[in-house]
């Protein structure tokens, strides 16, 4: 077996065993086995270069692992080395985000794979607290004037995305309960680069207070349930998810490849 083929096999097992662990992690059942595992197996650049290898797109590979990994980063618990672990997915991070080019007007359009970088962040945002002082650079005003500095330039590329997709939406181009592909697209699309947005104001000035839901993840609705007691009705509030939508392309503005989310 060729290394980048055990290598994907490594990673159908991990991703295959995390799906089904994920519906039973919370506050007190926490992922810090599968996000250590991750971190030292899958996210250093000499291994990361072999994610997907061997199939025809190794991209959606990739995402297959980062939306699962985020995700596990939602609950994860102290991290042993927290600093190198958090290190590693920066590095990967650096792969997605472009420096900005000597000449941003006559600039064209940089094909950036959204999906990617929103997982990415999440992580990051998510980890960074166990080690704040890692993406401060104290130390490295190199570091921190790159980082901050590809930080505005997805920013200024993830503006005008959002922009568009919210007029759409304003002006009924968009329904509030999709239906058609379209429709779905664009809806995903939003809610990814407006996450990107919310991250990057907080990794711009190292902090970790904001709250987002990853843009695949369902939004918890409530059901009301009447239960009649007799002489006493009750109206019991339950919760339940929405369903996952199959993965949908879209591409960034008008110009760059598509992606799936």
């Given at each position: 077996i060729?290394?980048?083929a055990a290598?994907?096999?490594?990673i159908?097992?991990?991703l295959?065993?995390?799906?089904?662990?994920?519906?039973?992690?919370?506050?007190?059942?926490?992922?810090?086995?599968f996000?250590?595992?991750?971190?030292e197996?899958?996210?250093p650049?000499?291994?990361?270069k072999?994610?997907?290898?061997?199939?025809?797109?190794?991209?959606?590979?990739?995402?297959?692992?980062?939306?699962?990994?985020?995700?596990?980063?939602?609950?994860?618990?102290?991290?042993?080395?927290?600093?190198e672990?958090?290190?590693?997915?920066?590095?990967?991070?650096?792969?997605?985000?472009?420096?900005?080019?000597a000449?941003?007007?006559?600039?064209?359009?940089?094909?950036?794979?959204?999906?990617?970088v929103?997982?990415?962040?999440?992580s990051?945002?998510?980890?960074?607290?166990?080690?704040?002082?890692?993406?401060?650079f104290?130390?490295?005003?190199d570091?921190?004037?790159?980082?901050?500095?590809?930080?505005q330039?997805?920013?200024r590329?993830?503006?005008?995305?959002?922009?568009k997709?919210?007029?759409?939406?304003?002006?009924?181009?968009?329904?509030?309960?999709?239906?058609?592909?379209?429709?779905?697209?664009k809806?995903?699309?939003?809610?990814?680069?407006?996450?990107?947005?919310?991250?990057?104001?907080?990794?711009?000035?190292?902090s970790?207070?904001?709250?987002?839901?990853?843009?695949?993840?369902?939004?918890?609705?409530?059901?009301?349930?009447?239960?009649?007691?007799?002489?006493?009705?009750?109206?019991?509030?339950?919760?339940a998810?929405?369903k996952?939508?199959?993965?949908?392309?879209?591409?960034?503005?008008?110009?760059?490849?598509?992606?799936?989310?």
């Open positions: 060729e290394p980048e290598h994907d096999e490594v159908d097992i991990f295959t065993c995390a799906t089904q662990a994920m519906p039973f992690f919370s506050a007190q059942i926490e992922t810090t086995p996000v250590k595992f991750a971190c197996k899958f996210f650049l000499s291994a990361w072999f994610i997907g290898a061997t199939e025809g797109d190794p991209a959606q590979t990739q995402l297959r692992l980062l939306k699962v990994f985020a995700e596990l980063c939602g609950h994860c618990g102290a991290l042993e080395k927290a600093k672990k958090i290190e590693t997915i920066y590095n990967v991070l650096l792969e997605f985000l472009p420096p900005p080019p000449d941003l007007e006559n600039m064209e359009t940089p094909s950036i794979l959204f999906s990617h929103e997982c990415l962040l999440y990051i945002h998510a980890l960074g607290k166990q080690c704040p002082e890692f993406l401060a104290a130390a490295e005003d570091k921190l004037k790159d980082f901050r500095n590809r930080l330039f997805l920013s590329n993830t503006q005008g995305y959002v922009k997709l919210q007029d759409e939406i304003k002006a009924g181009k968009v329904s509030k309960d999709p239906k058609t592909d379209e429709e779905k697209l809806v995903i699309g939003l809610m990814t680069t407006s996450n990107i947005q919310t991250l990057i104001r907080d990794l711009y000035q190292s970790y207070k904001a709250v987002v839901r990853l843009s695949w993840v369902p939004a918890k609705t409530k059901n009301v349930i009447k239960v009649d007691n007799g002489s006493e009705k009750k109206e019991i509030e339950t919760v998810g929405t996952r939508h199959a993965p949908i392309t879209f591409s960034n503005g008008d110009k760059g490849d598509g992606e799936k989310t």
